[in-house]
């Protein structure tokens, strides 16, 4: 059985919990057991430059408990990737980001792509890791909803879709043939968003939902015993003492034995 942990990006708010295991246990294929964890500290979300950098350190954290705990393979539910760098220094499990995983995919299966984001942070937010990834050769643009879907009481589930079909429409006119999805809160609309682009005329048009394919593409790399290479994402040779973080006292080092934390 592969054991895959989805680690939310955002420390555990019981009282206004956004994700559920039960949200993902749809994704859960045969062979595949999912878990869900949270950023160990940091911002209860992560809305801008400064929230991605105080979550990093957390969510290094609680990927490292998560490879004690016996995972397989760790998928950051961040469209920022939050952590992405940090997590695959500290573990050699694979890590796998939905950004990274969903843009690859869509220049693979696709010509031209753009992205539906909640607000015009995130669009900003995903092109500056575009760069970064090499990856903006077939990026045509973001639209924003300027709407925060995730919020369910704040808008209809009808305000929001047609807030989302708008914005395709949008991307649509600069040709694209390829829509990502810009974060979790659009988890599982893609089958539904397709329909009703077939219905308004647009037949081709791939809709690419993160979470799920950042889920399976962790698994694939499981199977095919793959991970990042330590070359490049190497843990630290010695421990290193930290100030300031109380779950977090030391970095450990890449030869010594790590006990759980917290």
Known sequence: MIKIKIIFAGPCNPDKAFRKLDDLLPYQDLGVQLHLGHNSIGPIHCQNDIEQVLASAGMAQAAIIAEQEGMDAIVIESMGDTGLIQCREAIKIPVVGMSDSSLRVAQMLGRKFGVITAGSWHGYALERLM????????????????????????????????????????????????IILGGSYFLGKNKKL????????????????????????????VDSGLS???????????????IGYPTIPNIPGVNEVRERCC
């Open 194 to 221: 397709s329909d009703i682009l077939i219905s308004k005329g647009y037949s081709n048009i791939l809709i690419i939902d993160p979470l799920p394919l950042a889920i399976r593409f962790a698994r694939m790399l």
């Open 228 to 242: 990042h290479s330590k070359l490049i994402y190497a843990n630290p040779k010695h421990a290193t003492q930290v």
């Open 131 to 178: 760069r970064v990834y090499n990856l903006t050769s077939q990026y045509m643009g973001f639209q924003s909803l300027d709407m925060q879907p995730f919020f369910t009481d704040a808008y209809s589930e009808n305000q929001v879709e047609e807030k989302i079909i708008s914005s395709i429409t949008k991307l649509i006119q600069l040709d694209i043939d390829t």
